[in-house]
């Protein structure tokens, strides 16, 4: 039974850290709370839909399944990427220079538009991913694990991997180490730090719509407002790690996720939603700085 | 000489073909983003428009007007308050006479959203501090009186400052630990112990009957005369808008406002000339919460019925732009903000669909155009992490 929860949570943890790196990223270089990064993961599991929809009609998916996912999972990273490139664009690069509260307040509007536009164009009821992946798993030391589920938790770790390894291996990931540093001094030694910001973003949304993809076909059923709150639990799962420490934002999702399942399970299910919160004061009281974070001093 | 200007016309000349060839690339772009959602008709329709719009707003750059639309300036309302108050105390008074009762209704509903802005424009606007759950506050009062009223049969001035002072306690109790943490942080605390309350709202079956919400609450009763029609009930909400607003110039024209403004403009400096600043942010939370509960008890003796879909995350924020839209940190714009966003959408019946969408785009463009918003902000206001 908590085996079982346990594998529940890390799957649903999995998710919540890879939205959780995208809100990291962002605040790490621009201090900036990314309210729409959870419209982001929205889109990318409506888009899902919409790419999976169509290559069953065209019979695609009919003929090769793998094929047809592999195909939806590609078009809905770019066009995910491209959202998130653009509503930096759009949205917050007029702001770069602004009092903090305009680029916050902007990216809400940006969340409240894309909820809204989501909801005219594909109504407000729920969407169904066409494909279902059925309960068939393995058993893992008693516990049921379908596939789907093995999927996601290898899927998020390898994407924590891979982004890790960007991050620390190559020169844009210590580009980007340096903007995350000091925009400026950045700046002076021949760092592109406009482009820095758009790979932030590009690889934010990107990884919040594999998320999208991966939960849509994991509840089947998708609406226009999950982004909110799922972007709410993301942005504490990354609070919880330390906001701009990426290892932090993959630990405080996995903990977020693994609460959550466990508290449905023992405490009550109905008050689901207010563990994320309610860690999250406690933690910020504890450890204000989250549990990698560092603290930093105010500065005069 | 004559070669050199004909050269120069040439470049000027592929220098537009280029700028035009590169917004027809981004409408491209932009437009391609529409496909999925929309179909290739729409994303037609989408390239076209944000070509125009691209085209416009270049025009618009050369001409200088944005920055004109930054500057224009509107003079401290203050200033005129000899004139202005009297004819709009006179006009406001006069107005149930003259409206329909629908439109008595919608502005019986801007006094109660003018009371919210006033009560986070202390928080936000004065003191600096990011609130994103003041609708939780907004729900206390509500759901207090709610309560109160219909389970132990408690009149409307019993419950008033029951309400008030459970929200302003509830303010006290949230800011004692919140206030520990800086900027960001606290807003997002502050989001989070709003869909706390909203979450116990919904769940809390016997108390609050989950969300079907509680019915059945009474106007008040003034010395033994209902108040239940509407036209008495505007009196009752203008009588308090104007006494929140007459204590809050005051209070902020004050040491303690002026403490809010300094933590505002630089907490340490502030605490360096002696101000406490824990103390006068906790005084912030209290007394803007105070509000939102008086709010609160208003909103549901008016509806005689809440439920917790009244309260969500999207109440917050339209409480939010609504001080952003007037000029964070302006009493009198707070006002304003509150009153055009309550009657915007009023009027704006017809695309009624449409009204999130348009404030979502409207939040950005004020934020691009005119963030000091329509009356403009107290000077030098800016948020510190």
Known sequence: MLLQQLINGLTLGGVYAIIAIGYTMVYGILELINFAHGEIYMLGAYLAIIFLGLFTAMGLTAASLPLALILTTILTIIFCSAYGFTMEKVAYKPLRNAPRLSPLISAIGVSIFLQNYVMLTQGATDKVFPQRFGEAGFQFMNVNVTYLQAMIILVSGLLMLFLHLFIHKTRMGKAMRATAQDKTMAALVGINVDSIISVTFIIGAGLAAVAGIMVASYYGLVNYFIGYIAGIKAFTAAVLGGIGNIPGAMLGGIILGLVESTGAAYISSEYKDAYAFIILIVILLIKPSGILGKTTEEKV | ?385
């Not at chain 2, 952003?324 to 009023?346: C, D, Q, S």
């Open chain 2, 1 to 385: 000489m004559r070669q050199s200007r004909r050269a120069e016309e040439q470049k000027s000349r592929n220098l537009n073909v280029r700028i035009l060839l590169r917004y027809c690339a981004t409408a491209l772009f932009a437009a391609l983003l529409f496909l999925p959602f929309k179909g290739l008709k729409a994303a037609g329709i989408m390239f076209i428009c944000i070509l125009t719009l691209l085209s416009v707003v270049s025009l618009l750059k050369k001409t200088k007007i944005i920055d004109a639309i930054k500057a224009i300036h509107i003079p401290e309302i203050g200033r005129f308050r000899t004139f202005f108050i009297p004819v709009l105390l006179i006009a406001s008074a006069a107005l149930p006479f003259i409206l329909k009762d629908y439109y008595i209704d919608v502005i019986i509903m801007s006094g109660i959203y003018i009371l919210l802005a006033l009560g986070l424009n202390i928080i936000v606007g004065f003191t600096g501090l990011l609130n994103l759950g003041f609708a939780a506050f907004y729900a206390i009062g509500a759901y207090t009186y709610a309560i109160l009223n219909t389970k132990i049969g408690l009149g409307f001035w019993a419950s008033l400052p029951i309400s008030a002072s459970f929200a302003a306690l509830a303010g006290l109790l949230l800011a004692i630990p919140a206030l520990r943490l800086r900027g960001d942080y606290l807003a997002i605390v502050t989001l989070g112990f709003g869909e706390i309350v909203r979450l116990v709202l919904n769940n809390w079956d016997s108390l609050t009957n989950g969300p079907n919400g509680i019915t059945g609450i009474s106007r008040p009763l003034l010395m033994g005369f209902s108040l239940a029609q509407l036209q008495y009930y505007y009196y009752l909400v203008f009588v308090i808008v104007i006494f929140a607003v007459v204590v809050i110039k005051r209070v902020e024209s004050s040491r303690i406002g002026r403490a809010w403004i300094a933590i505002k403009e630089n907490e340490i400096a502030a605490s360096s000339m002696g101000i406490n600043t824990t103390k006068y942010k906790l005084y912030a939370f209290t007394f803007g919460t105070f509000w939102a509960g008086i709010a609160g008890i208003l909103f549901s003796a008016k509806m005689q019925f809440v439920s917790p879909e009244s309260f969500t995350f999207m109440e917050s924020i339209l409480i939010l732009s609504m001080i952003i839209l007037g000029g964070i940190g302006n009493t009198y714009g707070a006002i304003i903000g509150a009153f055009i966003l309550v009657l915007l959408p009023e009027m704006l019946r017809e695309v009624q669909l449409y009204r999130m969408l348009i404030l979502g785009i409207g939040l950005v463009l004020l934020m691009i155009f005119r963030p000091q918003g329509i009356v403009g902000g107290v000077k030098g206001v800016h948020f510190r992490s």
